[in-house]
């Protein structure tokens, strides 16, 4: 199996500058109601978390927003890059954005929650690299703290991305989406094309990206043995998720 995660910071030299242009940071932003539905549900008070694969930090600073002091993490240091600069913008708020792998780090003083979004955890292709992330996660939190993280499905990645080609059109900004599934490894191999506008030409970059699918049972096992009692698996609307349902939202206990 190919381990993306060598590389994994290059494909985002180039992207972090026009991520949030393209819309790719509105999708945790979207997914905050559900966030604060399953806290209150769940009865967490949260003063500290932490926002794994962070990216340019929207879900960070806007957890923030609220009180809460929060440790966003990522691995590409052009994202981070991004985030600093959206927090010298907002001073007063309690962030801070650490370069650092999600499968082997620690904090200093443990969190009641942690979040994952825009299926950043698919980026571990291997059992043991989901595992590491969900044990180091288990390990920064207190006991009866939540984690909270997303994942594209298996489905999603064999009929959704399939073997398909998508084409967005930004007006500065065109991206040529190009997808490639294999079945045995259960992996899709993204290659993304951008069309920058620079004055009145274009500069284009092309990046890989590599996610795997993990099926339902699969993730919630390894939850498990690292330590959480897993509370619920939701579609992105609230409701109960079922294995064809594109991506899975995770809700477990650190216990």
Known sequence: MV?????MAAPYERYAEIYDRTGADEFGLRLLWLLKDVLDRHGCQVRSALDLACGTGSV???????????????????????????????PSLRVSFLHGDMRSFQLPEPVQLVTCWFDAMNYNLRDEDLMATFCCAAACLEKGGLFVFDMNSV???RHLWGNNVFVEDYGDVVYIWQNE????ERTGT????????????YERFTEIHIERG????????MLQEAGFEVLEVLR???????????????VARRI
């Open 60 to 90: 960070a600073l806007e957890l923030a927003r609220k009180g809460i002091s929060v440790t966003g993490l990522d691995l590409s240091p052009q994202m981070l890059a991004q985030a600093r600069m959206k927090l010298a913008a907002e």
């Open 190 to 201: 993204l290659t993304a094309t951008f069309f920058v506008q620079c004055g009145e030409l």
């Open 181 to 184: 599934y294999n079945p045995r």
């Open 155 to 157: 489905h999603a990645l």
């Open 214 to 221: 993990y099926y339902m049972f699969e993730v919630i096992k």
């Open 3 to 7: 381990d993306a995660w060598g590389a």
């Open 236 to 250: 992105t609307d609230g409701s109960p998720a079922e294995e064809t349902d594109t991506r899975h939202v995770y």
